[in-house]
């Protein structure tokens, strides 16, 4: 009987004990599996709240309902009768103190059409004007990976990317475009410069036609909130899947039958193969002084959000859209809103509204170790700024993810294949995957976790043979 053990109780290592299991049942094999956690809860990042008739989550909200992974696993598990697409309303740019609607037809912030850009006051004349040289100017001549600022300064200009394209961007990664590498981000805006040459040009012919209006957006979420799905996968792997919930690794090193690791309630157990998806900084300390090194170079940002429930009455004026992102140019604390109950009618009661903000920047993390009274009351003061609101909410919840938006800099592909060749060399059997090296999305968190089930299949079934 071999055992794998898994380092992790995120959704990455969740979903590689369920895949590994599954696999482990239909192919009969004698192998047995352990999940690790040190926390006394799974799911990682993913927390739901349960207020009242509010479904809040904490973490991520949703996930790009293109990428398949995440539908095909809950599909797996019978949640998909319980799935939501979001309600694909306007969303907004802070500028100075006014919210300017996105350009209709703009891409992840570029300009497939060119009368709304045009008539945006989010740029000057001359902003537009640089922005149109990407008709004209070649391909890049650079070779290999870039920083994501770079890339879309050199086609559309300093204006444009600090205005639209940096508020998007850096809001998925918490990060600073200008260090972020565009292959391991965005890489197929790289591929649409080589094939197009012009940006502009290039979106225009790749993005989906237009068939009716349609209110459902581009993300997906469960109704009863995404701990929903955690808690399926926690109830399918009871009793198959040893669970060691509340321990922490401290210590592991090679033994004759793999390795040995050596746990907090003292405890210590043999494992013929070890995925770990725990934050690479976490792993770092397990390894010798090359994997250290690699592991170091991704770096990781703070980030704090603020769930506020208000009565209706509570925010004057109308907001039809989504919610709205801030350069980080902008004066304010928060970097960006969402109107949670317009984008997920489910989330909310009637005669109320839930605002989501976000805190926190690369360059400056300060506010996130701030208390919450703190944070509410400097989040309370850039809303009434922008939204006019003066009222403290009914209820709130500030939640903080210490160092937990990895940072994909520039060669970050090459130094991931070069810790994978380290690892086979000096640790064969264990894998470093997750959010730290392969996507911080969930369905790039289910995938790295399916993966690594396939690999550890694949390694034991050949070394039976």
């Not at 300017?100 to 004349?125: D, K």
């Not at 200008?178 to 225009?204: N, V």
């Not at 403290?392 to 810790?419: C, D, I, N």
């Not at 911080?440 to 790295?448: R, T, Y």
């Amino acid at each position: 009987m071999k055992h794998v053990v898994i380092v992790g109780g995120g959704i990455t290592g969740l979903s590689a004990a369920f895949s590994l299991q599954n696999q482990i049942e239909d192919k009969n094999l004698p192998i047995r599996v352990t999940l690790i956690e040190a926390e006394n809860r799974l799911g990682g990042k993913i927390r739901t709240e349960y207020h009242d008739d509010f479904v809040i989550e904490r973490g991520p909200d949703s996930y790009l309902k293109r990428k398949k992974a995440m539908t095909d696993l809950i599909e797996r598990l019978g949640l998909d009768y319980d799935l939501v697409n979001n309600h694909a309303g306007q969303a907004y740019i802070l500028h100075g103190t006014n919210l300017y609607p996105m350009p209709e037809g703009a891409v992840m912030g570029v300009p497939t059409e060119i009368s709304p850009f045009l008539a945006s006051g989010l740029f000057s004349l001359k902003g537009k004007a640089r922005a149109g040289l990407d008709l004209v100017l070649p391909k890049s001549r650079t070779k290999g990976d870039q920083s994501v600022g770079a890339f879309f300064k050199r086609r559309l200009g300093d204006e444009v990317v600090e205005n639209l394209i940096e508020p998007l961007l850096s809001g998925v990664y918490a990060g600073n475009i200008d260090k972020i590498s565009l292959e391991s981000t965005f890489p197929q805006f790289q591929d649409i410069e080589s094939q197009y040459r012009s940006l502009i040009m290039g979106m225009k012919q790749t993005k989906p036609k237009k068939s009716e209006k349609s209110s459902k957006g581009a993300f997906l979420t469960l109704k009863k909130g995404l701990s929903s799905l955690v808690k399926a996968l926690e109830d399918s792997l009871a009793g198959r899947v040893e669970l060691k919930i509340g321990t922490t690794v401290e210590g592991l090193n090679k033994s004759d039958s793999g390795y040995a690791l050596h746990l907090s309630d003292g405890a210590q157990i043999e494992a013929d193969e070890v995925v770990m998806t725990v934050p690479a900084r976490k792993a770092a300390k397990f390894f010798n002084d090359d994997i250290k090194e690699l592991i170091g170079e991704v770096p990781a940002t703070s980030v704090a959000t603020i769930a506020m429930a208000f009565p209706e009455s509570a925010i004057p004026g109308s907001f039809d859209g989504t919610g709205f992102v801030i350069s980080k140019k902008s004066p304010f604390t928060i970097t960006a809103c969402t109107w949670t109950n317009l984008k997920w009618p489910h989330t909310t009661p009637a005669g109320h509204v839930l605002l989501r903000c976000y805190v926190g920047r690369e360059h400056d993390q300060a506010i996130v170790d701030e208390s919450d009274e703190t944070i509410l009351s400097k989040t309370l003061a850039d809303l009434q700024k922008i939204m006019k609101i003066e009222d403290k909410p009914e209820f709130y919840y500030v939640t903080r993810w210490k160092k937990a938006m990895p940072q994909y800099l520039v060669g970050h592909l090459e130094r991931k294949k070069q810790l994978h060749e380290r690892m086979e060399k000096h640790y064969p059997g264990i894998q470093i995957t997750g959010a730290s090296l392969d996507g911080i999305g969930l369905p790039d968190c289910v995938v790295a976790g399916e993966n690594a089930a396939d690999k550890v299949i694949k390694t034991l079934t050949e070394k039976a043979i």
